[in-house]
């Protein structure tokens, strides 16, 4: 059983790729990091309970439905306050980059107190925990609850993943991200995140300029003094993503397991459809794979390939199952029709 803590939100994005000044309509789904590495490791079959909190009003009610319908577990999602965050994503078209707006601000979960959530009840039977570095970001009283879940969960030997998810347009509470994170991951067993987050986030020096996939034989060498700074760490990943513009990207990854530097092929993605969650659909993978293969090469197969697919369908979540992501790993990228 794994145990994701984050917020769910409402997305409005305008459709056909329009402008947000232009618009009269939205399309509105539910999407938020961690809420899409918890449906994507249900449509893995693997037993996933959301620990968050909602309005007690038809949003929050939605919310819930839309989460029991992927058959993630929402008895931890607390009900109290009276706003849903919500955010807005201007989805790019050539060469005009896409954009998103946060309005997360005194949300239901932006205002949890720390002992609001009773984390041994939380973590009755399971043995993974993830939380991103968006949660502590929201507000104080979020980075005190993440803090509470770490803690937890480390004493019950739970293993726990971290997405960095530097959000800059998020920390805005009196204390910048590096004054909070470093805590927060000495726990962490696996850990997604590039060097530019990572030195912002923990003051690691990023030392590389340019295109990393350039420089893959200098990442080891990286990757070890983030090991240095948080023992526990067993694997980090970095995904490596290529703009031709915003409807074609490349896209690859990478894990380290502390000895030998892994790598994905390299997936062509062309028309690009929607690029929010794919660094989601990214993580999911890496969880799973490290509960079911324990091989990094499998793992990182797995996460570049389920990445690549999310980039292909609209909203938030990564639709699909294991079976689709091992056929795209069969036909090594290229697409067919299932008769």
Known sequence: MIATFGEILLRLTPPDNGMIQQMG???????????????????????????SALPDNELGKAAIFELSKYKVDTEFVRIQGKKMGLYFVEKGSSI???????????????????SDLDWNRV????????????APAVSQNCATVTLEAVRQAASMGI??????????????????????????LQHTTLMLGDPRSMEIMTGIKNPF???????????PAYYDTVFTK??????????????????????????????????????????LVDRVGGGDAFMAGLIYGRAKYNDPQQTINFATAASGIKHTISG??????????????????????SR
């Open 25 to 51: 309509s939205y399309d509105a789904n539910f999407g938020g990091s961690e809420a899409n590495v918890s449906i994507s490791l249900a449509n893995y079959n693997m037993p996933t309970k959301f620990v």
């Open 96 to 114: 005009r980059g896409s954009k998103v707006i946060y309005d997360r601000e005194h949300s239901s979960f932006a205002e949890l107190q720390p």
């Open 123 to 134: 973590f009755e039977g399971v043995d993974r925990f993830h939380w991103s570095g968006i």
């Open 159 to 184: 293993e726990i993943s971290t997405d960095l998810n530097f959000r800059s347009s998020l920390w805005g509470y009196g204390k910048s991200a590096d004054e909070v994170m470093p805590e927060l």
């Open 209 to 219: 300029e340019g295109d990393i996939k350039k420089q893959l034989d200098q990442l």
């Open 230 to 271: 948080f023992p526990n760490l067993k694997w980090i990943a970095t995904s490596l993503r290529t703009i031709v513009n915003d409807t074609h990207h490349r896209w690859m990854g990478v894990i380290y397991d502390g000895s030998t530097l892994h790598q994905s092929v390299e997936y062509d993605l062309y028309p």
């Open 316 to 337: 938030d979540f990564n639709l699909v199952s294991v079976d689709d992501i091992n056929d795209l790993l069969k036909r090594g990228g290229a697409g067919n029709i």
